[in-house]
């Protein structure tokens, strides 16, 4: 590998590695749970009922909701970057291995 | 300047030209015919775009300043980017005639229009640029636009939230691509998209020696692995795709109401759309000429597993939403995760596919998003269950709340369906039957979603009659029937031959590659002309 390239590929890795060290710090005890959005589904929203066209799926899947409302869609943004930036180091070391890198 | 590059610099400057306008003018009508006029004139360049490149059979290659590639930035307008500007453009006219009905007196008007005017200018520059760097400046210019607009409501917490958000992230994407554009800049030694799309292909090499021993100074083997990964992962981000989708259901919905409509409708096709650049044309993915070939294969796998669970994720949300606009803000999420899917077969019916899908959902979307705001507006409300039966006391409203949803279900004769269908066949050709289980279930769990939009608007309680009363008027019926219009035509017969033009030009890179190479040799024999020339 040419130098530039060495240079800039380092230069991102750390600042991948930077991110993914500072994430642990960020985690704290006192995390500002807000009443609008933040991307949770608050619980309220999946009880069932009979009244409305969907409640049987919501009653089949209500074990699936709560583990995409608390784990996946939570709204902190440690947990987005739980995901987001293993699909960035995935697509990374995938495409440049598969070049021989 | 060519008539095609003039639509974005006009746009721009009437954008800068409003909040100055606004110190001596304060009359709405104004703000909101400038707009009109702005978005209308647009559309006319971009269809004069589409209709001379259709017409002329090779890219439009525009010199900004008169320097050529490689040394200026270009624009490069092919059949692909002109017909997605100008449906663009076309949408954004529905839309800017729907806020002049939605804002009404708004004292923010000056400033909207102007967001809204850079928002489209970026879009169409996204569409047109030639220049990987340039790519950059428009992503950018589309963003900053995108988070003023959603907090457009600065007084309520959760506009501001959602904006915080969608910056946040669109900042990190934002880096993440100018690193890559860096990259491609230092191992091509050109940020000219038909430049590095001629070197990732060896015969250009070949052909094009000793430019390509000038300007390539790099490891381009080395460098593209990653320029992809932090392009993919900054286009799946602009097109809210899994796994970085969050911003999303929280900035659309916190958006005014045709505000959604664009974000949802036509911001998110941007990183469908360089997405689709960038595989086929820049770097040539999915081209067996390509040096860069071996990557289709992970590309293909990750690229569908990404498209798939967006569909299945946020179809399963959908039934669990509670206010209307952040269910129709996940339906974007699954319908742009098909998208995705399409593409990323490497085939050209995939792509054929994927551009007919954008076209309809930007329909679909778009028109929900504004029915459902009439909704909004009549019972002062987003929550679904107590949303009131606009089409008992509006039928253009009603009517295009079932059409849009039955549309994005894809049932036929709506155009939504021809698009799946489309879909459909390119998964079946392909030989990929699971993203054929994956279509039919996200669309039969989205069904539940949308019914229980339409339930309550169209066979509900009727609205109070006071809600009613801001129902009149011409701009509010345009705007829905253009799009209601938009959903009954475009079907194989009339788009057929469009969609072919458009996914040729995406899977064949070579006249795009010829263009701007002979961009350079034209400016180079003027400076010398032939003896006796």
Redesign the interface.
């Known amino acids: ?2 130098l ?2 060495l240079m ?2 380092l ?2 890795t750390s600042f991948l590695l930077a991110v993914a060290l500072w994430l642990p710090t960020a985690r704290t005890s006192r995390i500002r749970r ?1 009443e ?4 949770g ?1 608050p619980q309220a ?2 009880k069932l009922s009979l009244v ?3 409640w049987a ?2 009653y089949v ?1 209500q074990r ?2 709560k583990t ?1 409302v608390e784990q ?2 939570s709204g902190l ?1 440690n947990d ?1 970057f739980a ?2 930036l293993p ?2 180091l ?3 070391v ?8 | 300047m060519h008539a095609v590059a003039a639509a974005p610099a006009l746009l721009v400057a009437i954008a800068f030209a409003l909040p100055l306008a606004s110190l001596r003018i304060r009359r709405a009508s104004f703000f909101h015919g400038v707009a009109l006029l702005a978005t209308s004139v647009a559309l006319l360049l971009t269809l004069y775009g589409y209709t001379y490149v259709s017409s002329s059979g090779k890219p439009l290659v525009y010199r900004m300043g008169g320097w050529p590639p490689p040394l200026g930035i270009v624009y490069e307008v092919d059949p692909l980017s002109a017909l997605l500007a100008a449906y663009t453009a076309l949408v954004l006219v529905a839309i800017v005639a729907y806020s002049s009905w939605y804002l009404g007196e708004d004292s923010g008007l000056p400033y909207y229009y102007a967001l809204l005017l850079g928002l489209e200018s970026g879009l169409l520059g996204i569409y047109y640029t030639g220049d990987v760097f340039n790519l950059f400046v428009m992503i950018e210019v589309l963003g900053i636009t995108c988070y003023g607009l959603v907090a457009y409501y600065r007084s309520t917490r959760e506009a501001v939230e959602a904006s915080f958000k969608y910056a946040f992230f669109g900042a990190i994407a934002g880096l993440l691509y100018f690193l890559a554009a860096v990259l491609v800049y230092a191992s091509f030694g050109s940020l000219t998209m038909g430049f590095v799309a001629a070197f990732s292909r060896p015969v250009y090499r070949l052909i094009y020696g000793n430019l390509a021993a000038v300007l390539i100074w790099g490891n381009i083997t080395a460098a593209v692995g990653v320029v992809l990964a932090l392009s993919l992962w900054t286009f799946t981000f602009k097109a809210g795709v899994f796994p970085n989708h969050f911003w999303l259901p929280d900035a659309h919905p916190a958006a005014p109401t045709p505000i959604s409509a664009v974000l949802s409708g036509l911001v998110v096709n941007a990183g469908a759309y360089a997405s689709i650049r960038f595989l086929y044309t820049v770097f040539g993915v999915y081209d067996p000429l390509s040096e860069f070939y071996e990557l289709s294969n992970y590309v293909k796998v990750v690229l569908l597993s990404v498209g798939g669970i967006s569909a299945l994720f946020a179809s399963i949300m959908m039934v669990i939403q509670s206010d209307v606009k952040r269910l129709i803000a996940y339906s974007t999420i699954m319908h742009l995760g098909l998208v995705f899917t399409g593409f990323s077969l490497g085939t050209s019916e995939g792509v054929r596919a994927s551009v007919y899908h954008i076209l309809t959902h930007t329909a679909g979307k778009a028109l929900l998003f504004m029915s459902a705001g009439v909704a909004i507006e009549v019972s002062r409300t987003r929550r679904i269950p107590e949303l009131r039966a606009v089409g008992r006391v509006y039928k253009l409203a009603g009517l295009s709340i079932v059409l849009s949803s039955l549309s994005l279900v894809g049932l036929p004769p709506l155009a939504g369906f021809f698009s799946k269908l489309a879909l459909y066949q390119a998964y079946v050709e392909s030989g990929h039957f699971e993203m054929v289980a994956v279509l039919l279930i996200s669309s039969a769990i989205a069904l539940l979603g949308y019914l229980k939009v339409v339930y309550p608007t169209v066979f509900g309680e009727p609205p109070v009659s006071s809600g009613v009363s801001r129902l009149r008027g011409p701009e509010l019926a345009v705007a829905l029937a253009l799009l209601v219009a938009l959903l009954l035509v475009l079907n194989p017969p009339v788009v057929g031959g469009i969609l072919e033009q458009a996914s040729r030009a995406a899977t064949d890179a070579s006249r795009y590659i010829d263009e701007a190479l002979n961009a350079f040799v034209d400016y180079v024999s003027r400076l010398h002309p032939a003896p006796g020339g």
């Open positions: 590998m040419d530039p390239t800039l590929t230069t991102a807000t609008v959005y933040l991307s589904e929203h999946f409305e066209v969907a799926i919501r899947m699936l909701y995409l996946v869609q943004f987005w995901f987001s699909y960035l995935l697509l990374a995938l495409l440049y291995m598969a070049l021989g890198g």
